[in-house]
Nanobody
């Protein structure tokens, strides 16, 4: 059983940056695709970004494109989310998860039901 543990969240001001980490433990971490999602208070969980293992092919939500960068270190079994120019509306709990869908397409990676397992989440609060 693979376990995912997010870290790196915190309280920051608008315009600041944060780097989130998602560390995998347990049996060999060989998930081909990993994703980040977020859930803001009172809102549904939404896709943020995903990355494929072999070629680092990425997808991003339009709302974060150009601000966030997803990356992975396969040797360290860790996936990262670099978040720059944070805005108030980026306040949310950020989750990482392993993709189990049959095809790596934008339509599939957006679907949270195609991910398992999930981490416990890390809180990001952007406040002035």
């Amino acid at each position: 059983q693979v376990q995912l543990v997010e870290s790196g969240g915190g309280l920051v001001q608008p315009g600041d940056s944060l780097r989130l980490s998602c560390a995998a433990s347990g049996r060999t971490f060989d998930a081909n695709v990993m994703g980040w999602f977020r859930q803001a208070p009172g809102k549904e969980r939404e896709f943020v970004a995903s990355i494929r293992r072999n070629d680092a092919y990425t997808f991003y939500a339009n709302s974060v494109k150009g601000r966030f960068t997803i990356s992975r270190d396969n040797a360290q079994n860790t996936v990262y989310l670099q978040m720059n120019s944070l805005e108030l509306e980026y306040t949310a709990v950020y989750y990482c998860a392993a993709f189990i869908g049959s095809a790596y397409t934008r339509a599939y990676v957006n679907n949270g039901r195609l991910y398992d397992p999930w981490g416990q989440g890390t809180q990001v609060t952007v406040s002035s």
